[in-house]
């Protein structure tokens, strides 16, 4: 009896930390959504498979991109992500790769993504991803979920969006559900070069987040990002910066009230537009 009620202690002794585990919670937008509060629901570039899987429509040409993140600057935590997306003809695909965790206690996650425009000023997106937490000498769990996402290019500065993950509860184990979470949010674009993110996230177990992000395209290679999030509070900055044409690099740190900072980097490459 005490070895199957250890498994089920630990993980939700870690998911109510928010320290060790994540638990199903829907993935950060890469350095780029670090660096600006959390924020990705109304990105339109490959870092909506990690925010919005609706954003993969803006995705003409094929393009991946790394994420790696040290939580908390701890050495043991890690999280290392990777994401491919493809033009499908009548959309886009993308497909996620993920680990996050330490020796003790690690999650991977396996997600399919699809994209497409409903028309000009509408998309439509759907993540069906596993789940999978090991735990050593108690073993591993599975599951299966999904996700779905939408947003709304009401004109050329004003986006809004909205995504919900794991609507139908799955559990994880006995009476201990993945999160269930609703995130609307939107993006204004005052200029061609600043851009002004606001989001709302609900889990239904838990307080209502707010985070907030500011993107500014400095130079025509060069981008500086700062965001703010409740909930618990965290500030985060940024910066990303061209290689070439095809290539991006980001650098972001994000700083927990009690916890400390999150440093993460990514890179992005980015295929060559078909004529």
Known sequence: ??????????????????????????????????????????????????????????????????????????????????????????????????????EGYNEQRIGLLYGRKLSDKVNLGAQVYTLGVNIPEYGNKQVVSFELGLQAILSPSVTLAGRVANPVRVALLEEDDLPSVLSVGFQYDPGTQVSIYGEVEKDILYPVRVRVGLEYQLLDEFFLRAGVATEPSMLSFGIGYLLLDQWRLDFAAAYHQYLGFTPGIGIVYSGKAKK
Request: proline residues 3%; glycine residues 18%; neutral net charge.
């Open 1 to 102: 009896m005490f070895k199957s009620f250890f498994p089920l202690f630990v993980i939700s002794l870690f998911a109510c930390s928010g320290l060790l585990a994540q638990l199903g919670s829907p993935q950060v937008s890469g350095a780029r959504g670090l660096g600006v509060g959390g924020v990705g629901l109304t990105f339109q570039d490959v870092h909506a498979a990690w925010g919005n899987p609706a954003g993969l429509a803006g995705v003409s040409q094929t393009t991946f991109a790394l994420y790696g993140e040290q939580r908390f600057a701890l050495s043991d935590i890690r999280q290392v992500s990777a994401v491919g997306a493809f033009s499908l003809g009548s959309g886009t695909g993308g497909l996620t790769v993920s680990y996050y965790g330490f």
